[in-house]
């Protein structure tokens, strides 16, 4: 696609549950992110992948969360067990590359509402 | 521990005057400095960078300046346009955190016509 994709954009959760968050990266891209915008903060790494490098996740807030990447392209970023501290919007990201000197392109987000 | 922080929560100038984002950082491994806009709803949008080569970057506009004696960075919007208005977030990258963005909390600049 033209752009980074994200689905749903909107998803709003009972505690307790588990939600999974999707991201279609740009194609080529071999790196992706995942960041979350909880209100009024700034954004907060959660986890990266760069090819076939095993993946970042040292900004996982907690062992409910965990995130996989698929045959190097789409991402699932899932919440078990979902607190109202997680209620947030979810930002994937990718790039070309990765690492230094590589601009991050990023989807419109998912806004979860944990109630 | 906030490694990147922008002070000014919001920043209001007047159309076709200069509006000045300031960000700050800790982390003395860090050497690529990035700055992105976003509006409301949207993904954040990548808009200028700067290596820590350079003190200096210009596009358009827009001029990043760096000063790393400091560990200081400042974004220049000159002039300013109501289309402008949006929030900045400032990032960066380096060290240990290779590959990882490092965001600061933002400013929401309010250009006003």
Redesign the interface.
């Given at each position: 696609g033209a752009g980074?994709s994200q689905s749903p954009s909107n998803k709003v959760t009972e505690k307790g549950k588990d939600v999974e968050l999707r991201c279609d990266p740009i194609s080529g891209h071999t790196?992706l992110?995942w960041?979350r915008q909880s209100l009024g903060?700034?954004?907060?790494?959660l986890i990266?992948f760069?090819g076939n490098s095993a993946p970042?996740k040292?900004?996982l807030p907690s062992d409910r969360f965990s995130a996989e990447r698929t045959g190097g392209s789409v991402s699932t970023l899932t919440i078990q067990r979902t607190q109202q501290e997680d209620s947030a919007v979810y930002?994937c990201?990718s790039s070309l590359e990765?690492?230094?000197?590589t601009?991050?392109?990023?989807?419109?987000?998912t806004r979860l509402t944990v109630v | 521990d906030q490694q990147v922080k922008q002070n000014s929560p919001s920043l209001s100038v007047q159309e076709g005057r200069i509006s000045i984002l300031n960000c700050d950082y800790t982390n003395s491994m860090f050497d690529y400095f990035l700055w992105y806009k976003k509006y409301p709803a949207e993904g954040p949008t990548f808009l200028i960078s700067i290596s820590s080569i350079k003190d200096k970057n210009e596009d358009g506009r827009f001029t990043v300046f760096l000063n790393k004696s400091a560990k200081h960075l400042s974004l220049h919007i000159v002039p300013s346009q109501p289309g402008d208005s949006a929030v900045y977030f400032c990032a960066a990258t380096g060290g240990t955190s290779y590959g990882k963005l490092t965001f600061g909390q933002g400013t929401i600049l309010t250009v006003h016509p």
């Open positions: 980074v790196a992110y960041y903060q700034g954004l907060e790494f990266y760069q970042d040292s900004g930002l990201a990765g690492g230094l000197n601009e991050a392109f990023f989807g419109q987000g | -």
